[in-house]
């Protein structure tokens, strides 16, 4: 079982406080303040000790109206909600506004505790009862037990404690499928001799003394100087605990509540989310372009609402929408948050986070909007399958994909559209770049395109060179080696053909008629002739008076490999290079060196062509000069 929170909530002076306190023996409220008015204004941190020992972290939240925000704060990362009514007043307004937001953030465990049963008749406690079940019909009030308590009476909390202990243990485990740590950030102070220190509910992975994390939105990196957990030191901590950091690295006045301790680069900072958005039964219908204030986690952020496809959102409906907030928020694809109205302040209902990327598009635009329904509705596999078609361009990374979709089990899911040949990655610089296969046949049909073009103005070359197509497709989007990856994977398909610096298509083959290959022919037979003494590019056009035609050829002999560049000026037949290249290194095998001299006398060639010729080697690798004299560097 995963370490859980439980939270109390119901209106002002129902006795949620005096109940926490008979339950734990910790009062919660804390602050001179909530001493003198006898209501919690902060919210309250305490732990209950189960009959196994274990404990289990207690949120006391405020009732009164004034301080529903803080409210909402104590709510997210709670597992299981104690509803309280006091027998004597009933449910009240601020019990139904608590009741909406538990709704709203998926509390779905819970128990409804009648208070002050001491004050009023048995009558009045069935009727309580009864009212209760009525307005809370359709939720998880109609599964849960409703016990009734006296704080006159420490025997009648025995009943509630072994209510907690059993419902504790049911509630299923959901960490196994989340990688990257989280907490919302509800308190800050500075503890002498240890420096700042937070307070919050750990979600998400486990943490450990001595981790680097990020505080959001600030994106500043912050170390884990040390835990706190229920008041005793730890070297780690579970998820689902109340937890109090100590960072190195920061300082209290650079933090707030609301900001956002997590794993470095796992989450999204926007002011433009898109949202699915749900408004509560017996509110107004609300309207495009609706001012309002966005509870997540523990920030609260006023900003508009702006209705896709519709004008108006009738209560009790929900809707696609994108909300533009004054100030940008923390958070991933799933996260759930609280709207209540800018003025005056009530809950009107919740969104779902499809994406932290919303763009700028008409409200009508039936593709974004596509787009957005297959992230609130498809499963996990067609949700990231769908984002992959529609950002491989960028060849994002699984951190990147994560983030985006805000599904933590990505990588397990990549896996399998890779398997099914549907998406391909990218893995030569070190971390994993991935796109879909509709990029690949859109890559493979523009880059054929281009190569056609090519080959029609270029009939003599064997093909364009690689790093012009990385400019003219790719820019800046690949490096070298991933950009050599994906030529590959065209390759594989049969598409073109690689060479180490051109490509061309599969089935393209340059063609010479009968004046080309008579011009092929004289250059061919004029450096074979002159073996290691090759003519200058003058002497050829004396041989061939279609100039054009002779540069062409001459041209066409290099890309293809046939002749080998020294310089400017000079080139081998590639057979005599070859040659040349195996004398050297037979030469030198005595003493592993090889000077210019010894060079022009094994080639029988004059000393121009001999310095250009190690020059050429040095070039390559093959060779290097240290003072008067070549050391081989390459025997193969």
Known sequence: MRNIVIGTAGHIDHGKTTLVRNLTGIDTDILPEEKKRGMTINLGFTYLTLESGKKIGLIDVPGHEKFIKNMVSGVSGIDFMMLVVAADDGIMPQTREHFNVIKLLGVKRGVVVVTKTDLVSSERITEVKSEVREEFKGSFVDRCEILEVNARDLNSYGSLKKLLNNEIEKIEDEAEDKKYFRLHVDRVFNVK???TVVTGTSMGSLIHEGDILTLYPQMKNVRVRGIQNHGESVVSLEAGNRCALNLGGVEVKDIKRGDILGTPETLSTSDRIDVNLHILKGKKDIKNNHRIRLHLGTTEVIGRIRLFAIDELAAGDESLAQLLLESPVVGLPGDIGIVRNFSPMDTIGSVKILSMNGEKVKRKNS?????LTNLLNGSSDHKIERWL?????????????????????AEKVVKNLIDNGKVFCLKEMGFKRYFHINHMIKIEKEISLLLKDFHEKNPLRPGANKSEIKNKYFAKKLKVKNFNEVFDLLEERGSIKVNENTVHLSDFKIKLNKKQKKIKDIILIKYKEQGFKPPKYIELETLVQDKKG????????????????????ICFMKGFFNEGEMRIKEKSKATGKITLGETREILETSRKFALAFLEKLDSMGI?????NYRVILSSS
Do not use: M, Q, V, W
């Open 367 to 371: 593709e974004y909007i596509d787009s």
């Open 623 to 627: 060779t290097k000069r240290i003072d």
């Open 550 to 569: 002779l540069e062409e050829i001459h041209t066409l002999l290099i890309d293809t490999g046939l002749l080998i560049p020294l310089d400017k000026d």
């Open 389 to 409: 078609i529609e950002n491989s361009e960028f060849f994002p990374t699984l951190k990147e994909i994560t983030i985006a979709t805000g599904i933590e089990i």
């Open 193 to 195: 001799g240890f420096g």
